[in-house]
């Protein structure tokens, strides 16, 4: 079967750094990918990792370690419009389509 | 680039009714549509995966005759909700993958089913 793991939520101030983190247990793995979906709205797309390692983008990185089927999402220079939910997704291995979806981890941001 | 649109944004019907939900890519060729479903603070549950032109793949435990899918072009899939009951009342986000567009799929905006 497949389990991925997150917080269920997290506060954080405004300004600051937060980091996400994502654990997975699946029985194949091709890619690690990070959404965000505010309230509402439908999951927009932040990152993918597929290769160990950290993938910078502006005030969002990434995080992956394979070996231990763990990921973290790193936020710094927290803004209000931060405030959403993060979802870590692993695709699977067989088939390219297959997206299997954590339960997501609800940020606040305080001022 | 990949825009993902639905229609509607939200829709109020009556038990028994039918609804039907249309996803469309607006500036790339969709060779995969996904349709989730999402409940108030859980995550995305897919629902099924369409590729264009052949019968859609349900995942388990979801009826194929109560949500039917049609792919009918690179661009258009449309989810038809038949018979609908309260407890179908949900958020139905369609997805879309593209040739030469990257690793993710793209989110449409979400349809918002309430079914009295």
């Known amino acids: 079967g497949q389990n991925i793991d997150q917080p269920t939520e997290m506060t954080a101030t405004e300004g600051a750094i937060v980091q996400i983190n994502c654990t997975y247990q699946?029985?194949?793995?091709?890619?690690l990918f990070w959404y965000q979906q505010h309230a509402g709205e439908a999951p927009t797309f932040l990152s993918y990792?597929?290769?160990?390692g950290l993938e910078e983008k502006g005030r969002f990185s990434s995080f992956l370690s394979r070996s231990k089927g763990y990921s973290y999402l790193l936020l710094k220079e927290l803004q209000m419009k931060d405030s959403a939910s993060y979802l870590c997704?692993?695709?699977?291995?067989?088939?390219?389509?297959?997206?299997?979806f954590g339960s997501g981890t609800k940020l606040n941001v305080k001022p | 680039g990949a825009v993902v649109s639905q229609h509607p944004s939200w829709v109020i019907c009556k038990s028994g009714t039918s609804v039907k939900i249309e996803c469309r890519s607006l500036?790339?060729?969709?060779?995969?549509m996904f349709w989730y479903r999402q409940f108030p603070k859980q995550s995305l549950m897919l629902m099924a995966t369409?590729?264009?032109?052949?019968?859609?793949?349900?995942e388990q435990g979801v009826e194929k005759d109560k949500f039917l899918i049609n792919h009918a072009s690179l661009t258009l899939s449309t989810l038809t909700v038949t018979s609908a009951h309260p407890e179908d009342s949900s958020f139905y986000i369609c997805?879309?993958?593209?040739?030469?567009?990257?690793?993710?799929?793209?989110f449409g905006p979400g349809t918002r089913l309430l079914v009295l």
């Open positions: 997805s879309a993958r593209g040739l030469a567009m990257g690793e993710t799929q793209y």
């Open positions: 699946t029985s194949g793995f091709n890619g």
């Open positions: 990792n597929v290769l160990d």
């Open positions: 997704a692993v695709r699977d291995l067989y088939n390219f389509n297959k997206f299997y």
């Open positions: 500036d790339f060729q969709a060779t995969t």
């Open positions: 369409s590729n264009e032109g052949s019968k859609a793949t349900y």
